[in-house]
């Protein structure tokens, strides 16, 4: 299967996770990705390692690389950057991590490689921006997005230490921005035959996931400070736990309009006659001794129990579900979430892309690539012989 990105060559110079995610998703949708990796290889490689894994299966690495080649290249010593470059010329997509200062000092910061290919997109991602007095900052997503980007803060309890985030939570969602704008990027080229940097940062997309907080802030002056479930001022869309333990969240936005039907599912209708529940407002002024009522009668019954009437009574709800969870339930499978990747064995099932195309559907076109796996294979099409080859290996360009 093509992809909708089939004939678009992308070249990545990138560690960790934001660049190999955002050049990830392009290779999923069939954009031909090689992936420049220095001897030691991208330390995404050998993040599980390090944490003490016992297993040799690095899935988060392989999520963000498969389908891609690799070529292993020191380009700090210039045999290195000629390869580099000579592969920039041919591509119609740049996308890095790196820093700007690391960039520069290589000789592929946006101004050499635009001179080079003025077709080319350049797409930059950050920690901090390209610009003000943090621009060169070393960045984690844990740092720029998660801390300093006001999610560790937004999502504390009072009182409590701030929650760790998962891992590439950030990333992932800079490395889906990032794609974004590739593609728009190359649609606009379509129309002026010139391309152009894009760029975003771990800190701004950040301050976008929490832009409902931020803008009221901006607009209204407000301070936001993280919720707490036993106090919420709307109740109807808070977590609650059943009798046999297992959490689930009321979806009741609209208070005025769902309450009745929580009414009803609950069997209690002399609720609907308390004037302290009576309204939105009402239920606000109240809402402490209304979600301690909710608990008292959710823990009555187990959740399956509390599934089934809600359903029966149109009550909107969740499940809060563990990573098992969401790995075996049927409708994240109906959805999409998953893919069939190929892998050295076989076939293995992977998170998939979070988009489809009705189209120019996608598929994943191979496992993820052994560091430098392709190397001789891209240097063989740029024009190299094997003399050539011979010669990089003797200088240490290339293992």
């Known amino acids: 299967m093509p992809g909708p990105m089939s004939g678009i060559t992308v070249l990545e110079l990138g560690f960790w996770v934001a660049a190999p995610s955002a050049a990830g998703i392009l290779a999923d949708w069939g954009a031909e990705v090689i992936k420049i990796e220095p001897p030691a290889g991208d330390p995404m490689r050998g993040l599980l390692v390090s944490l003490g894994a016992r297993s040799d299966v690095n899935a988060a690495f392989e999520l963000d690389n498969r389908g891609k080649r690799s070529i292993c290249l020191d380009v700090r010593m210039p045999q290195g950057l000629a390869v580099a470059l000579g592969l920039i010329d041919r ?82 969602i800079a490395g889906l921005a990032a794609a974004a704008g590739i593609v728009a990027a190359l649609f606009a080229r379509e129309r002026t035959g010139v391309g152009q940097v894009v760029s975003t940062s771990l800190l701004r997309v950040a301050a976008y996931a929490l832009g409902w907080d931020l803008n009221q802030h901006l607009r209204a002056g407000s301070t936001t400070t993280p919720s707490r479930r036993d106090e919420f001022v709307n109740p109807l869309i808070n977590p609650y736990r059943a009798g046999d333990g297992r959490w689930f969240w009321l979806l009741g936005l609209q208070s005025d309009r769902h309450w009745p039907d929580l009414v009803r599912a609950l069997g209690r209708p002399v609720l609907l006659d308390d004037a302290r529940f009576g309204s939105l407002a009402a239920r606000a002024d109240h809402a402490v001794e209304l979600i301690a009522r909710l608990d008292e009668l959710f823990a009555q019954r187990h959740l399956d129990e509390w599934a089934a009437i809600f359903d029966h009574e149109g009550v909107w709800w969740a499940p809060v579900q563990s990573v098992d969870d969401l790995a075996s339930d049927p409708q994240a499978a109906e959805a999409g979430a998953f893919v069939d990747t190929p892998v050295r064995d076989g076939a293995a099932r992977m998170v998939a892309t979070p988009l489809d195309f009705s189209a120019t559907a996608w598929a994943p076109t191979r496992m993820p690539p052994e560091l430098g796996q392709h190397t001789e294979e891209v240097l063989l099409e740029l024009g190299y012989g094997w003399d050539d080859i011979d010669l990089l290996v003797t200088a240490g360009v290339i293992p």
């Open 91 to 172: 591509a119609d997509v740049f996308v890095s991590n790196l820093r700007t200062s690391a960039l520069g000092r290589l000789g592929l910061d946006t101004e050499t490689l635009l001179q080079r290919n003025p077709r080319l997109v350049y797409a930059a991602i950050s920690g901090y921006g390209h610009a003000g007095p943090d621009a060169d900052r070393p960045a984690y997503d844990v740092g720029a997005f998660w801390a300093r980007g006001g999610l560790a803060h937004a999502m504390t309890a009072l009182g409590q230490p701030p929650p760790m985030q998962r891992g590439g939570m950030g990333d992932h």
